[in-house]
């Protein structure tokens, strides 16, 4: 009997064994640390949403009223409604969508793994959909609050900010948190012709900060450990508000908690808003509105400068720099991992069939 049916046999088993492994794109989601980073957090307060994975339109999961709750949170469900049901209709699927497009995700209408995943990521408290559709710049990906609203001060422009006297944490020096603040500051002035100065005159300065727990009385309560990390308002209100609850961390080196949150990262987005930014749909920007436990995101990317330079003008001695380039590695590993499966398997087809030969 020919060698070559055998060898068809274990060429189809080898293929099949290759679609079951986790190399596959989507597969590769399942196993982000992510997920199970969300499964040890049992106060997450969007880990809920895992059992919501895969759920497709038509169905009824528990829990699906909530997933509303939060597209409605986030400008994706348009009318107020106190009574979202369970059942995935068509509005949570216009909501997945545009959800999918605003976020730069695969657009599937599907509550696929990745989607899943950026939902359930601590992100921003402001709302995604509150840009300027009659900006002139719709192709770019940073985006504007309603009317573009900037802080309309006579060139060169200086704006004070102060630390709240009363709400503030304890375990980051005060000392240590100013310089943060400083170098946050720093990167906006660099790229526009705006300074920022600290001074201690909280009530009078333009720009206010503090640490607030749960309803601290501006209609966006905080919601404990990650969830929201934090919120600031569009120009000129200057109100800049960050979650208490967090693990609010200077060095990842010295805060070993699975939960801490780069303050840098967070002040440096926060201060976007501040200027007149509204999200942004390119991931590695600092305007993107999530960002995960335990990472840095505090370099300006061309989306951030080119966005906020459009509302102030470019600072004379602004530089592009190659830092300002976007980082498609990560894009570029999965790619590269998804063909060597595919490598592996056709230098197996040929030694398969050279043994039967
Ligand atoms: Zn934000
Ligand atoms: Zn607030």
């Known amino acids: 009997m020919s ?33 199970e980073l969300a499964a040890d957090i049992q106060n997450n307060t969007w880990h809920a949403f895992v059992k919501l994975i895969d759920a497709g339109k ?20 348009p009318i107020p409604d106190q009574n979202f049901t369970n059942f995935f209709d068509e509005d949570l ?16 209408g599907k509550l696929d793994d990745e989607t899943m995943n950026e939902i359930m990521l601590p992100r921003c408290g402001m709302s995604d959909l509150v840009h300027d559709h009659s900006s002139l710049h719709t192709t770019k990906n940073y985006a504007y609050f309603y009317g573009r609203p900037r802080w309309t001060k006579t060139s060169p422009m200086t704006l004070s900010y102060a630390f709240s006297p009363n709400s503030m944490i304890d375990y980051i020096g005060a000392s240590e948190i100013r310089s943060i603040f400083q170098r946050a ?43 929201v990390l934090a919120h600031a308002f569009s120009p000129e209100n200057g109100r800049f508000h960050l979650d208490a609850a967090e693990t609010w961390a200077v060095d990842f080196d010295e805060e070993g908690s699975k939960v801490a949150v780069d303050l840098e990262s967070v002040a440096t987005h926060e201060i976007g808003h501040v200027l007149g930014l509204a999200h942004s749909s390119v991931k590695d920007a600092v305007m993107y509105p999530s960002l995960s436990p335990r990472t840095k995101k505090r370099d300006l990317k061309l989306d951030d400068v080119e966005g906020v330079q459009a509302l102030y003008g470019s600072n004379p001695n602004f530089k592009y720099t190659s830092s300002l380039e976007h980082d498609t590695s990560s894009s570029n590993r999965r790619r590269t991992r998804t063909t060597s499966k595919w490598a592996i398997f056709f230098g197996m087809v040929v030694l398969i069939f050279s043994l039967c030969l």
Not at 58 to 77: D, I
Not at 93 to 108: C, D, F, I
Not at 199 to 211: L, N, S, V
């Open 93 to 108: 699927e216009s909501a997945v969508l545009n959800y999918q497009k605003n976020l730069g995700l695969p657009v599937t």
């Open 185 to 227: 500051f720093a990167r906006w002035s660099s790229a526009i012709p705006v300074n920022f100065t600290e001074t201690e005159d909280y009530f009078t300065a333009d720009i206010k900060i503090g640490f607030y727990s749960g309803d601290h009385g501006d209609g966006e309560p905080f919601d404990g450990v990650l969830g």
């Open 58 to 77: 038509g169905s009824q999961v528990t829990g699906m009223s909530e997933l509303k709750k939060y597209f409605q949170r986030f400008g994706y469900m």
């Open 3 to 35: 060698p070559f049916p055998n060898c068809l046999y274990f060429t189809f088993a080898l293929f099949l064994l290759l679609l079951s492994l986790p190399s596959f794109p989507a597969r590769i989601l399942q196993q982000d640390p992510l997920t």
